[in-house]
């Protein structure tokens, strides 16, 4: 269950596998990045967060990988599950913007089917 | 679930009528977002509500108008909406003064659907 470098609208993977969905981003003054899940009939829900300063960062199961010399941003899902099937997509935003609030920019999404 | 909860729920409208889409957060936050989502399309920012003051209005049409009354309640006031208009509206809450490095949560939207 790889796009690795690309994004891709749809992704299907078998429970269990690992899961990557890729992202790029576009405004090189961007330093922080989040990652989120939206299942079907509820709103964005944050997962994970990185900072420019850092090019991995892991949670629980899942791990954001930021390249910031080709502004691409991933997330890898380990041993997907039934549950992680939902739209997952990045955002992209600037420290800079402590006076303009809450100005981000978020990508295209990609829907993660999981099957048993 | 996540301390934000949205009504209605669902709602159909016609292009004349004049409907009220609510937001309550229960999270203490001061910060308080309306966001659009269309199909295929990325989250579009609309409005941004930081201490009950307007401080990010993102180029909206006049026929949206925003209210906050307080830091826990939010409102979007539609009149004369246009078919384009149909989409997902979420209200979203941040803890600060909606700083864009803020975690934001989400309500569940309210569909909108306009005739």
């Known amino acids: 269950g790889e796009s690795v470098g690309l994004h891709l609208p749809t992704l299907s993977v078998q429970e269990g596998d690992n899961s990557i969905i890729n992202c790029a981003y576009s405004?090189?003054?961007?330093?922080?990045f989040i990652w989120y899940k939206q299942e079907s009939g509820k709103g964005p829900q944050f997962i994970i967060d990185i900072r420019s300063n850092m090019d991995k960062r892991q949670g629980q199961r899942v791990t954001v990988l930021l390249n910031k010399t080709v502004k691409h941003l991933s997330l890898q899902i380990a041993a997907t599950q039934p549950g992680d099937s939902a739209v997952y997509f990045c955002a992209e935003t600037s420290s800079l913007y402590n006076t303009n609030a809450g100005k981000s920019t978020f990508g295209d999404g990609t829907t993660l089917t999981v099957k048993p | 679930e996540t301390g934000v909860t949205q009504t209605p729920r669902h709602l159909v409208m016609g292009m004349t009528n004049k409907k009220s889409l609510k937001c309550e957060q229960h999270l203490g936050h001061n910060a308080m977002y309306w966001y659009k989502q269309s199909a295929k399309k990325p989250l579009e920012l609309m409005f941004v509500?930081?201490?009950?003051?307007?401080?990010e209005n993102n180029s909206v049409p006049s026929r949206f108008s925003p209210e906050c009354p307080n830091s826990s309640h939010l409102f979007l006031h539609l009149h004369t909406l246009q078919p384009e208009d149909s989409a997902l509206y979420l209200c979203?809450?941040?803890?600060?003064?909606?700083?864009?490095?803020?975690?934001?949560?989400f309500g569940p939207g309210t569909r909108l659907t306009v005739l």
């Open positions: 405004n090189s003054a961007s330093d922080y």
């Open positions: 979203a809450s941040s803890q600060d003064r909606g700083l864009a490095t803020d975690t934001q949560y």
């Open positions: 509500y930081s201490l009950e003051e307007r401080v």
